[in-house]
């Protein structure tokens, strides 16, 4: 509580301070804070509230090696340190300025974050003279220009993460100095301007595991000689102009655990060469321009969780060879041209957690399958799971996971991921007839149903009401019929409804608490909505229905699925949970002891 007590400037000889997660710990640091102690070898500050200035004693305590400061409200600029500092982390503060040079730590300073902060100007290259240096965090700050082709660092140096800044100009061709020791291991550059190709060197980078160049401007084709890269676990190229195909060559890279190509311009077939990649946990390639058939021989990857191929021109129907993924959580093949039955293996996945198959030309009937497999679609309370407004719903079609890389302590990376999406089906806008099988509305985990723009019939089954979780449904432009069934109105979690242009008939009243989803039955001609006092008033038909039906493809009420995620790239010390989490990132890149 308060500030820091005047009574430790007694402390003559103290060697180490560590006052850290006190967040009602604040105020000024006061000025002696650097000197108190002739024998100060560790100070951490971090995760407390304090504010103003960094004292000037700070840059010239001379025993001082360690100096943590992190989450805080500290401002103002970033001066030289004159003392041979090994660790410095001023990680989410308010520090603005530019970046010095660190002449007094060339041969000490191991891991300096400075994440999270107002610094501007470029990247000095004499920061690449810091010969001890293991780990630079320099992400989410306002960094701009190119990056100087001086600017190459040492073999040393493991983790370098440039993301969220305003870097342009092409990536640097050589950004670490090659080595047949563990030389860099996580270089992430995503979030920036970078412009031009993918330069080969990179493939020059033997010890590489996670590579992160999503989110600039990137042209040309993924390297041709990617799979030189034999310990990548992580690869994300994702939003960027790229080229071409995936290179065959990446089947090199054989401890791949995620392939993340979405939003480019890739074109081509997939490769039944990927089955070689028999780690890989997550595939996504939405958003791009591939064609023809899944691969039978992509069973082989019998480790896939995460498989998104949406918004290609995929064709073809759908294989029994999937259920090898017996592990899949997500499955995306949204907005291509697959068409066929949907098979009754479909809804067997015990871990499943999404399935999104709308936009496709599927025929017949839902089958009414194993609907008690997953744990997620029929178990309540889902923890974790995304917000949807009253009213409204969140057309997300980029397919996006939380990825951990774990620096370890022995010059390794683990790799982990977060999937946070609802728990939901989305069938919508294919050519399905028949009834809504039974079994899928008693889905009691389902928070999203989404099976508009078919055509339904028959009336909604009963044990709606047992939904307890469902937030948004959405039957819409179908032809059931029948009554609106008055348990709807018991799904107190609901936030979304949509039956509008079908043929429910009978009387729907207001105490149903139907008003709180306005045009949610638009279009049922024989359905009477009470309006107040035993009044109702006749929905109407539009003068062209399909032509409604059309227009409604692309901007449903409920479009193709909600998916909703937190995305962050973190860096945490080897000693003391350095790298934290940034404000608005893809990925969280950690560092354990």
Not at 89 to 117: E, H, K, R, Y
Not at 228 to 241: A, E, F, P, R, T
């Amino acid at each position: 509580m308060g500030s820091i007590p005047g009574t430790l400037r007694g402390l003559k000889d103290l060697r180490e301070l560590v006052l850290n997660g006190n967040r009602h710990l604040g105020g000024i640091l006061p000025m002696w804070i650097g000197n108190f102690s002739r024998s100060l070898e560790k100070l951490d500050l971090g995760s407390n509230s304090f504010q103003g200035e960094i004292p000037e004693s700070l840059f010239y305590s001379g025993l001082l090696e360690y100096l943590d400061l992190s989450n805080n409200n500290l401002s103002g600029g970033l001066d030289e340190f004159h003392q041979p500092l090994v660790v410095l982390n001023l990680d989410s503060n308010q520090i603005s300025g530019t970046l010095p040079c660190f002449d007094a730590c060339v041969q000490s300073l191991s891991i300096l974050n400075l994440a999270n902060n107002s610094i501007v100007g470029g990247v000095p290259s004499c920061i690449s003279s810091l010969q001890a240096l293991r780990q630079l965090n320099l992400s989410n700050n306002g960094l701009k220009y190119q990056i100087s082709p001086t600017l190459v660092f040492t073999e040393k140096l493991l983790a370098l993460d440039l993301s969220f800044n305003e870097l342009s100009g092409p990536l640097p061709g050589k950004i670490a100095e090659p080595t047949d020791k563990p030389g860099l291991l996580i270089l992430d550059l995503s979030h920036n301007h970078f412009s031009g190709e993918i330069p080969p060197n990179i493939t020059e980078l033997k010890h590489l595991q996670a590579l992160f160049l999503s989110h600039n401007s990137l042209s040309g084709e993924i390297p041709a000689r990617i799979g030189n890269l034999s310990d990548l676990q992580v690869i994300d190229l994702s939003h960027n102009s790229l080229t071409g195909s995936i290179p065959l060559n990446i089947v090199g890279c054989f401890q791949l655990l995620a392939l993340i190509l979405n939003n480019n311009n890739l074109s081509g077939e997939i490769q039944p060469e990927l089955d070689a990649l028999d780690s890989l946990r997550i595939l996504d390639i939405s958003s791009n321009k591939f064609s023809g058939e899944i691969p039978l021989t992509l069973a082989g990857c019998k480790s896939l969780e995460v498989v998104d191929l949406s918004s290609n021109n995929l064709s073809g129907s759908l294989n029994d060879a999937m259920t090898k993924w017996s592990n899949l959580r997500l499955l995306s093949l949204a907005k291509n041209k697959f068409d066929g039955s949907l098979p009754g293996w479909l809804f067997t996945f015990p871990a499943m957690k999404m399935i999104d198959l709308s936009g496709n030309n599927f025929s017949g009937y839902i089958p009414d399958g194993n609907f008690n497999a997953s744990l997620d679609f029929n178990n309540a309370v889902v923890a974790n799971s995304s917000t949807i407004a009253e009213g409204s719903s969140a057309a997300i079609h980029d397919m996006e996971v939380k990825i951990s890389i774990t620096l370890m302590e022995r010059d390794g990376v683990s790799f982990s991921y977060d999937l946070v999406s609802v728990v939901g089906i989305d069938l919508s806008s294919n050519v399905l007839h028949g009834e809504i099988p039974m079994g899928l509305i008693s889905l009691r985990g389902l928070e999203y149903l989404n099976l508009s723009k078919n055509f339904l019939d028959g009336q909604i089954p009963g044990g709606l009401g047992n939904m307890s979780d469902l937030r948004a449904l959405d039957l819409s432009h179908n032809s059931l019929s029948g009554p609106v069934p008055a348990n709807i109105s018991s799904l107190h979690e609901l936030a979304v409804l949509n039956l509008s242009y079908n043929f429910f008939s009978g009387f729907v009243s207001n105490k149903q608490g139907y008003w709180r989803f306005p045009g949610a039955f638009a279009g049922n001609p024989d359905l009477c909505v009470e309006v107040s006092d035993g009044k109702c008033q006749q929905s109407a038909i539009p003068t062209q229905p399909r032509e409604k039906f059309g227009d409604d493809l692309d901007d449903g009420t409920i479009s193709v699925w909600i998916f909703c995620v937190s995305a962050a790239v973190t860096f945490y010390s080897t000693l003391v949970g350095l790298f934290c989490c940034s404000r608005s990132r893809n990925y969280i890149l950690r560092t354990k002891i």
